[in-house]
Each structure stands twice: as structure tokens, then as C-alpha cells.
């Protein structure tokens, strides 16, 4: 016969079983109680509020700049603003390529900036402005003096401007380094011809469109000229080298390579 249970020997684990959900009801609703308590106090607390904010990768603009026109201040909620807002706000510039906005442990808000490379200078009358990567001129107070960049000449248009700026983008850094200046000399024939002239005492002709392609037989060319005589190496058709002798019926001396590449 199946044993029955007395009611008297259930009661104890019952009571065990009922005390053991109040004590879990207990430490759920402390747990809440002290989690809203924390974020109370946290919210107070200038922990909540912005300490500082960095900026990284801007050289065009000071830190200041970003800060201010990313419309968010040291004691501002460092909850109060949404990231995607001051990307969108900054990209808007056209010399910036990307942003990216972080909060950061434990109150700092970090704004990363990459602008546009910087490819060339571009010289307007007496004026002379950078040519980021992607075509934009950006005016300039002043010259860098740090920026080792071509100073282009004649880009007149620019559709023909924008077209120069991808070839350099793709000319190997070392090349870029010796070259001085890019004078733009469209002919019926040829309304792409460019003349390069180089910090080695070289002139160089090309075509834009094939540009960067055909520069990179540049040093191959050059290693196999005359010590101490320079050319003109053209790069239209083929590619192939002329003294500056032969080219202009004499001798050309530092002087006469000079005012070439103002373009007098």
C-alpha cells in the first residue's frame, strides 16, 4: 500500500520553501533599490558630466575648432548628445573624410578627425592654397613651411584640377618629394599636357591622364643620364631624354632653369 504523507511532516518545507522565495524577492528588490540608488548618485556626480574633450588627427583646424563646432562643452551630460550627430555636424566640412566620436572612460569624450591629404599647393595670382585629396582648395593664411608639395600652375578648370590631384594621389611618396612644380599646358592636340619640373634640376612632360603611371620610369631614366647634365624627359609619347642643350640650342644655366619653373 502507497505510504500517505502526513500534512504535520510537509509543513516545515513548506515554510523553508516559502522563506527561501521571500528571501529571493528581498535581494531582487534591494538589488533595484541600490542600482537606482547608484545611478541617482551617479547622475549627481560630476562623473556624469563631460571632464574633457579630445581631439585627434585635425591639422588643418585647431583642436579648438572641433570642439566648438561639435557643439558639446566640458560640464555638459556626457549622456546628453548623441555621437551620430556631431559626425554628421563635421563631415558636413569638405576637407574632412571621416569622424568618428567615443565616450571615453572615465568622463572624456574623444573626437577623431581624418581630413583629406594634403597633394598639392596651387598658386592664384600672388595666392597660394592647398589642394586636398579630393580636389577641395583650402585657403591658407600662410605657406607651411613643413609641407614638402608640388605647387601647381594653370589649372584653370576644375574638372582638369581634380584630374591632376587623383594622378598625384597615386605617385609613390619618394617621387612626390622631387617634384617642385606642375604647370599646366593644354595644347589643341593634347589638352592634358602637363610640364613638371623637379627638385633633381630635371623638367619632365607628361600627359595627366597618364601621369602617375608613366612617372614611375622616372628614376630608371634619370640613372642612366650623364653625371652632371641635366634634360628634359618626355613622357607624351613613350618615354624618352633630351639635354637641355639640344633641347634649347645651348647650354642652360641655373638661372634659366630657375625662371622656368616660375612660368616667366
Known sequence: MEKIIDIEERIPTLRERRKKRTNQRFTILLAIFGIILLALLYFQSSL????????????????????????????????????KNIEETLQKKDWIESVSVERNWLNTVTIKV??????????????????????????LDE????????????????????????????????????????????????????????????????????????????????????KGEKGVIDLEVGSFYRSYSSEYGKPTSKEEVDDQTTGQ
Request: proline share 4%; no cysteine; charged share 25%.
Open 48 to 83: 556624469s558630466h563631460i571632464g574633457e574633450i579630445k581631439v585627434t588627427g585635425g591639422q588643418l583646424k585647431k583642436a579648438e575648432y572641433y570642439t566648438k563646432h561639435s557643439n558639446i562643452r566640458v560640464g555638459d551630460s556626457l549622456w546628453g548628445f548623441k555621437p
Open 114 to 139: 581624418k581630413e583629406y591629404d594634403k597633394k598639392a599647393f596651387i598658386k592664384n595670382g600672388g595666392q597660394y592654397n592647398l589642394v586636398l585629396q579630393n580636389g577641395v582648395i583650402y585657403s
Open 143 to 226: 605657406i607651411p613651411r613643413d609641407l614638402n608639395l608640388p605647387i601647381l600652375v594653370g589649372f584653370k578648370e576644375d574638372a582638369l584640377l581634380l584630374k591632376m590631384i587623383k594622378q598625384l594621389d597615386k605617385v609613390d611618396q619618394e617621387l612626390m618629394t622631387l617634384i617642385s612644380q606642375v604647370n599646366a599646358v593644354p595644347t589643341k592636340s593634347n589638352p592634358y599636357a602637363v610640364r613638371l619640373f623637379m627638385n633633381d634640376g630635371f623638367e619632365v612632360r607628361a600627359t595627366i591622364t597618364t601621369l602617375a603611371e608613366k612617372l614611375r620610369y622616372y628614376p630608371s631614366i634619370i640613372s642612366q643620364v650623364k
